[in-house]
């Protein structure tokens, strides 16, 4: 399951020879040798430079969470209704889904928008994630509006493309390893292993290390994570980049639970379900939060379990989002893809239509659940009141993208 389902379609990396290719499935025609495959200097050659920091925040700091979190980021005059309420007319393009509570989003500054697009499809050329042909792409997707919306406090214009680095080579992972472009179930392992590699480096004999290096330039979804790392070195700090790491991990274990139940043919129970969306989530998204703000959280207080729990809170809300906002697209590609409809109409036997309208009320269960929970993080703590507003401010900004992306997403006819 697509994170975010990249539409401008990194080219499959069985077009590419290397380590990757290797461990692909037979069934994977292996094609001929990417002719864009290059790679730039080596992310093993580059130093890593002290983080930079950025003292500048809000000068009043927030006042809580939801409506209060996003006011204090909203500038003045902005507008603070939520999500449209449930109604029983059918929604427009455009629209969100009735009944989904979601606080508003700070909006996003077009030239903001346009420079951060402009920096990350030069980028995706650079490292050969596109060929020429594909340029301009990138507008149906709208990675750019998507970051902008949802660091509305980045401390400047290159922790937004930092962030939307990392949203692009997630998504070519995913699509090329694991869906859409050549991705398979079969071997997922092996391939999402050398992958995680790109991202938290190997150490050791020189000729195998000199080996692991060009294999992640012959592949693009290799060169795209070791080349969004590299830019998120520049910017985080080293506990930064490890909590980071560890939180691709859960991702990539996710990713095995989700192509494990393909394999099988396995329709999970819904709490089984919950459980893979918790690890196969915008976690890594989210935890970076307080990077892309030009700070940091000490890890003492991010370990702490009240503010892991709030943390997996929203990002299990804002995958939901993602569940909702795809279901329509996803069924017409489908109609056994998982998705929390599909889980709850197969458990309760239920029609698709009641499964959809309770999986609006189970998120909004989760996201009530993360503002309570949050406010008192809130009221304790300035740097976790700093944090959870961020948290609050992604999943608000992630929404907003999800219900006006009218290129990718439409609601099903249920109200």
């Known amino acids: 399951m697509s994170l975010l389902s990249w539409e401008f379609a990194a080219p499959a990396p069985h077009e590419a020879a290397g380590l990757a290719s290797a461990l692909r499935p037979e069934s994977v025609n292996p094609g001929k040798r990417d002719p864009f495959a290059r790679w730039p200097e080596s992310a093993a050659s580059r130093p890593t430079p002290p983080a930079k920091r950025v003292a500048a925040w809000l000068p009043t700091g927030p006042t809580g969470l939801g409506t209060s979190a996003a006011r204090a980021l909203l500038p003045p005059h902005a507008g603070h209704g939520w999500s449209a309420p449930a109604t029983t007319a059918p929604p427009r393009a455009g629209d969100p889904i009735p009944g989904l509570y979601c606080p508003p989003a700070v909006p996003a500054d077009p030239v903001k928008v346009a420079e951060v697009d402009r920096r990350l499809e030069a980028w995706a050329h650079e490292l050969a994630l596109v060929p020429p042909q594909w340029a301009g792409d990138f507008a149906g ?28 080579a997630e998504n070519v992972v995913d699509d090329c390893y694991c869906e859409d472009y050549g991705g398979s179930p079969i071997g997922l392992g092996g391939r999402l292993v050398i992958a995680q590699s790109a991202l938290d480096p190997l150490h050791t004999a020189d000729g195998y290390q000199q080996q ?24 985080a700090t080293p506990s930064q980049v490890t909590r980071f790491i560890h939180d691709m991990a859960r991702l990539h274990l996710g990713y095995l639970a989700e192509g494990a139940w393909a394999q099988t043919r396995t329709t999970p129970p819904v709490w ?37 729990r709030v943390t997996a809170l929203a990002c299990n809300a804002t995958t939901l989002v993602n569940d909702l906002y795809s279901f329509t697209k996803e069924m017409a590609l489908d109609e056994h893809h998982l998705n929390l409809p599909v889980v709850i109409a ?70």
């Open 141 to 168: 997707f709208q990675v750019g509006r998507a970051v902008v919306l949802q660091h509305p406090g980045a401390a400047d214009l290159e922790r937004l493309v930092v962030a939307g680095k990392l949203l692009v």
């Open 212 to 235: 692991w290096q060009e294999g992640l330039g012959a592949d693009a979804p290799l060169r795209s994570y070791a080349g969004a790392m590299r830019a998120f070195r520049d910017i």
């Open 272 to 308: 089984q379900y919950l459980v893979m969306r918790q690890f196969n989530n915008f976690r890594p998204c989210l935890s970076i939060v307080d990077a892309v703000d030009g700070y940091e959280l000490p890890e003492p207080l991010y370990s702490r379990p009240e503010v892991q």
């Open 346 to 415: 197969a458990e309760e036997r239920c029609g698709l239509k009641d499964a959809y309208l309770k999986a609006v009320d189970i998120h909004n269960e989760i996201m009530h659940a993360f503002e309570d929970e949050s406010s008192v993080l809130v009221a304790e703590d300035p740097i976790l009141a700093r944090y959870t507003t961020g948290l609050a401010a992604w999943v608000a900004g992630n929404h907003e993208w999800h219900h006006t992306n009218t290129y990718r997403y439409s609601l099903p006819n249920y109200w």
